[in-house]
Structure formats: C-alpha cells, structure tokens
C-alpha cells in the first residue's frame, strides 16, 4: 500500500535537507505526467487537490485518477492532500473521501481564529489518522480562488507567532509566508525570500516541517515558447530555483508546484498547435503535453534533492 500520510515524509525531508514536491493535479495528463517522472527518479510523491480541480473534474474522476496511481505504484509513497482548504466542512469532506493529508487555510482570519478552525480541522482529521496543513501570515498572488496580498514584504510569518500557532492549533506543518507568491505574475523584479523566517521559525520549533506555497519558477523556456507560439505573458517571473533548492535543505519540507505545470503543457500545446496547423487529435497534442510535464518534473524533483527517496518514506 502506496497510500500515506506525510509524516515520515516530513521526518526524512528534515534529516536529509531535502523538500517533498507537492503537484497539484487537474486531469489523467497532468497527473500521468507528475507519476512517470516520480517513478522514474523513486521520489516520493504529495499529489494535492484544490476545490476547482475538483470542481473542474469532478469528485469521482478525480478520485478514480488517483485510486490508478496508488494501486499500480505499490514502490512509491504517495500522500493526498487537499490544497488549501477554506473551511472545516470543506477538509472534513475530504478526510471522509480518504485523503491523508488537508491544508486548513484560514490565514485571511484574524491569529485567534485562525487557531479556533484550525483546532476543529486537527481535532476531526487526527481522530481519522489524517494530518493537517495550517497557514500562518499571508502570501501574495493569486491562485484559483485564492487571492493573496500586494506586498508579500509586509506579511511575512511571524516566527514568536508561529511558536503559539502550532502549539495551540496542534497542526502538523504550516505554510509560512516567506517572500513568495501565487501565480506565474508574482513579482516584478527578482525576489529575495526571507530565509531569516525561515531559520528563526525552525530555531524556535525544531523538527517541525514547513510548507513553501507559490513556489513556481515560471521558467524562462515555457514562457519564452508560449510567447513564441502566439502567446501573450510578457511579465510572467517566479521563484528562483536556487532559492527553492536553499529553502528545501532548510526547514522546508513541503515544496507546492502548479503554475510550472500549467506553463509545461501550454507551451508545448501552443507549439504543437503552432507547428501543425492541421492537427486536430487531441491526442497528438495533449501526450506531449504529458511528457513536457514529466521532463518538468523530474527537473523538479531534482532542484528539490527528493531523487531517489521513495523507498526511505515508506
Ligand atoms: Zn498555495
């Protein structure tokens, strides 16, 4: 059984300095594309879920997806996780769906009732042996629903707050804003993240894994083809990735990554499209997008150290 929860994931990530990918999951490409990579490089694996991927592609299809993915990939430990849940009901429907993981994103709520919902969520996912993902502070961007602030500068998690979050909430990881940002238009000139949040939260609650949100690179060839072939997305930046490689030896454990997903398969549908003009199988278009994101991923894997640490996550 591939099915797990992140715990010994999180353990491993601290003890040898490297972060968990986290891949957001939308359709059977996307995520054939995020598997074939993992298998390939033995990684662990958190495939998360947002409500508008469920939205978009139904509770039931999705959850079949991703049933394929655990039974035929008994090597690789693989933990479901709901990507930022907005309400007890919300990650208490998907506790009862069987996922191993939830994110209780209440950090728009003032500090103490960030704690109440958080509590509740603990509460009702411990007693299923489900983990939790609180967040503290607040990111910038926008991601589905998800709408973040301006200056990520001026919202950054407060590390003494961050000591009484979890020890009141009882969370398993929490989603610290450390300078990043949601979305492919995060920043207009090249950000610095605050590593000293990051080191001072980590002094003050050793062993304790940390969550990177918005952590996409927006690399530079995806969106170089997408304006090629037609596109439009002038001032697209992200995350450096010696930035998310230095957080992932740090406490980091939990990488999350989707816009650097949805970047791989538009570009290579774009230059498909742009190329063969008289294409109109879905299939000569959308398995490339397959493997461009397979490629994308393994890079990742790689930026995060995560190769070849399946097998010690088990
Ligand atoms: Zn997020």
Redesign the pocket.
């Given at each position: 059984m591939a099915l797990v929860g992140t715990k010994k994931m999180f353990e491993m990530a601290l003890k040898g300095g490297y972060a968990i990918g986290a891949f957001n999951v939308n359709n059977m490409e996307i995520t054939q594309g995020i598997v074939s990579a993992v298998v390939e490089e033995k990684s662990p694996l958190i495939l998360q879920v947002s409500r508008g991927a469920r939205k978009y592609a139904g509770i039931s299809y999705l959850n079949a997806i991703i049933n394929v993915v655990v039974s035929e990939n008994p090597d690789i430990p693989i933990a479901t996780h709901l990507?930022?849940g907005d309400t007890f009901e919300t990650c208490k429907q998907f506790v009862d769906d069987g996922f191993t993981s939830v994110?209780i994103?209440a950090s728009k709520l003032p500090f103490e009732e960030n704690i109440t919902v958080t509590k509740k969520v603990v509460e009702y996912a411990h007693a299923r042996d489900v983990v939790v993902e609180a967040?503290l502070g607040q990111?910038g961007g926008i991601?589905e629903d998800?709408v973040g602030v301006e200056d990520v500068g001026k919202h950054l998690t407060e590390p003494d707050q961050a000591v009484e979050f979890v020890e009141r909430s009882g969370c398993d990881s929490l989603?610290v804003a450390c300078g990043t940002s949601?979305g492919a238009y995060k920043f207009k000139i090249e950000p610095k993240l605050a590593f000293d949040v990051i080191e001072k939260i980590a002094e003050k609650l050793p062993g304790f894994p940390l969550v990177m949100?918005?952590s996409s690179s927006v690399l530079r060839e995806f969106v170089d083809l997408i304006n090629k072939y037609g596109g439009d997305m002038p001032d697209a930046m992200g995350v450096p990735e010696e930035a998310i490689g230095k957080a992932a030896k740090m406490a980091i454990c939990k990488v999350?990554i989707?816009t650097d997903l949805r970047l791989a398969v538009t570009a290579k549908i774009r230059q498909i499209l742009a190329e063969r003009p008289s294409e109109f199988d879905p299939r000569k278009y959308l398995g490339p997008g397959r493997e461009a994101i397979k490629d994308m991923v393994k890079h990742k894997l790689d930026v995060l150290g995560c190769s070849g640490k399946a097998a010690e996550c088990m």
């Open positions: 990507d930022h994110m994103d967040e990111l991601e998800v989603a949601h949100h918005g999350n989707d």
